[in-house]
């Protein structure tokens, strides 16, 4: 049986799905093909929605446990219900996965279940999931096949005693000791969640230093909050192997540079190094489809590879592999592919660590724009001396600007604090709409918000922050 469409994604996640609908509301006859058994790709079902209900969930019983006392607020015999706690998780996943099918539905997008095979331009190849195949026959075909964890030589992952995040995100009791491979996104999230549900956490970091794509006095202050939080770090450090044994997993650990080996028993073990372009039985070679040194699919800025009609967007192509990122990316190719001029500003593309504090940015680091030798002037302001802040009782971080010293545009901005997440999304419409320090300084912000600190600290670039 041969299908024909104007396009067919291949791959549902925030990349996927969000260009099948927009393609759909600009009129054209779409396809989503999708291998696993609910849409919304790694994002929803693995990634950002169960890790956030995780964190959300923690964050109360930490609460519960430390901070509500200092509110007037005394409770006794807080326990955790973990079954329930992952419960929670698994239900929220299952009702914003069906979102996206009713999405679908209403946008009149075909989901095909199965496994997608480009045969050549025009031409799918799909392994249905429910037995034999399906040939599709469309103008264009969108890659949006995503990522996947970057595996550890020697640390193989079982989704049991070593984890990626996928396994990690349904641990079913709380290890003693969790030792998580990797300072970054995922370690520290994760890591986070399981510190904060009781366990003991090492996190063992390749760099000198955590989140390495972030501003470095911003990574700096993380590491000192999560430590201050009970979180070990052991950074400047390699992991060289992993034995397992019925109770745990003895890990082999050097320093980067080379020396002396020694050993940590861990009852868990996460694997977050990072991930890679998702590209496996698609196939990419066989259709002539090139990729780039790092084997992400290699596009123009239109989102199209080297063979016409064949496209891709997301974690599969370069860029950072933020569901955000990937959602924009999908809109802009369906638009482009309409026939309209749209245009993604990779500068204005917010990051967010989700832990507490939170750590939000978005532009250009203190260290890139040095490195740029632009002459620049940064503003800070610390919570401390936010009255939103203080009422809440949650005064660590700050907020920095950079700005072009000359002409006063922000360059960018970095958030350490509370809701930091929440806040940067100003940061990033005011450097979409190539603002200076001084347009946020004079913009009325409603008191008493935790967005003040924004304002307070883009004043504090030309030394003129009111309440510090
Ligand atoms: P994906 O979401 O990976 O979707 C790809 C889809 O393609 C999958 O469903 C896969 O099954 C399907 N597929 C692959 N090959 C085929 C094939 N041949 N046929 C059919 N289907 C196929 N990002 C954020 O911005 N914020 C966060 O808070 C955040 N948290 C995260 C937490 C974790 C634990 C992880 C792992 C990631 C997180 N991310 C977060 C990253 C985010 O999930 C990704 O950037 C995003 O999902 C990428 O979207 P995508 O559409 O490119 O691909
Ligand atoms: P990451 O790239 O964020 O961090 C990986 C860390 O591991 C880095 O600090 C790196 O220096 C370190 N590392 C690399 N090799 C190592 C080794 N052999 N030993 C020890 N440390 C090593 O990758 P992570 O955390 O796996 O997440 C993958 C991606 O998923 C992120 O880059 C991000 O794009 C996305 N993500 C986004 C989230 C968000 O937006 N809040 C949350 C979770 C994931």
């Known amino acids: 049986m041969t299908d024909s469409y104007d396009l067919v994604v291949i791959g549902s996640g925030p990349g996927g799905y969000i260009a099948a609908i927009r393609a759909a509301q600009l009129g054209m006859k779409v396809a989503c093909v ?18 956030k209900a995780l964190l959300q969930s923690s964050e109360k019983f930490e609460e519960a446990n430390h901070t509500l006392a200092s509110h007037g607020v005394k409770l ?12 929670r998780k698994d239900k929220v996943v299952a009702d914003i996965t069906k979102g ?25 190849e799909v392994a249905l999931t429910a037995g034999g195949s399906q040939t599709i026959e469309t103008k264009a075909i969108l890659i949006a096949t995503g990522s996947d964890v970057m595996p550890l030589p020697g640390v193989e992952v079982d989704e049991n005693q070593i984890v990626s995040s996928t396994g990690a995100i349904a641990i079913p009791k709380v290890p003693k000791h969790l030792v998580v491979i990797g300072g970054g996104y995922i370690g520290l999230e994760l890591g986070s969640v399981w510190r904060r549900l009781g366990s003991e956490v090492t996190v063992v970091e390749f760099l000198d230093r955590i989140t390495p794509g972030l501003d470095l006095e911003v990574g700096k202050q993380l590491n000192r909050q999560l430590s201050k939080q009970g979180i ?4 400047s450090t390699k992991v060289t192997g992993a034995k397992k044994t019925k109770s745990g997993v003895t890990l082999t650990l050097e320093p980067a540079a080379g020396g002396a080996a020694e050993e940590l028993k861990a009852d868990v073990v996460l694997v977050s190094i990072g991930r890679r372009p998702y590209t496996e039985g698609l196939g990419l070679a066989e259709a002539g489809v090139a990729l780039d040194d790092k084997k992400r699919v290699k596009v123009d800025g239109h989102f199209q590879t080297n063979v ?24 802009v190719f369906a638009e482009i592919l309409a026939g309209q001029k749209p245009h993604l500003n990779y500068d204005a593309i917010p990051a967010v660590v989700y832990t507490w504090p939170e750590v939000a940015s978005v532009g250009k680091t203190e260290e890139e724009v040095k490195a ?12 401390l001396a936010n009255g939103r802040a203080k009422a809440n009782g949650d005064t660590e971080g700050f907020v920095k600007f950079i700005a072009d010293a000359k002409t006063d545009r922000v360059l960018g901005c970095h958030i350490i604090g509370p ?37 307070e600290a883009a004043l504090a670039v030309a030394g003129q922050a009111l309440n510090m």
């Open 34 to 51: 999708e291998k696993y058994t609910r849409l919304g790709g790694t994002c929803l079902n693995v990634g950002c929605i169960p890790s």
């Open 76 to 87: 006794s015999g807080v326990s955790l219900d973990l079954e329930t706690l992952l419960a």
């Open 100 to 124: 996206v099918e009713f999405l679908f539905r209403k946008n009149k997008v075909t989901w095909v279940q199965g496994t997608g095979k480009i045969l050549g331009a025009g031409k799918v």
């Open 232 to 235: 070990q770090f052991k950074l």
């Open 308 to 331: 016409p009609g064949i496209y891709a967007i997301g974690d599969v192509i370069a860029g950072p592999m933020l569901a955000h990122k990937a959602e924009e990316e999908g809109v």
């Open 372 to 383: 740029s030798g632009v002459e620049y002037k940064v503003g800070k302001f610390p919570f």
């Open 419 to 455: 809701d930091a997440g929440t806040m940067i999304a100003e940061c990033a419409l005011a450097m979409e709409f190539g603002a200076s320090s001084e347009d946020i300084g004079r913009t009325c912000h409603a008191h008493p918000t935790l967005n003040e600190a924004v304002k």
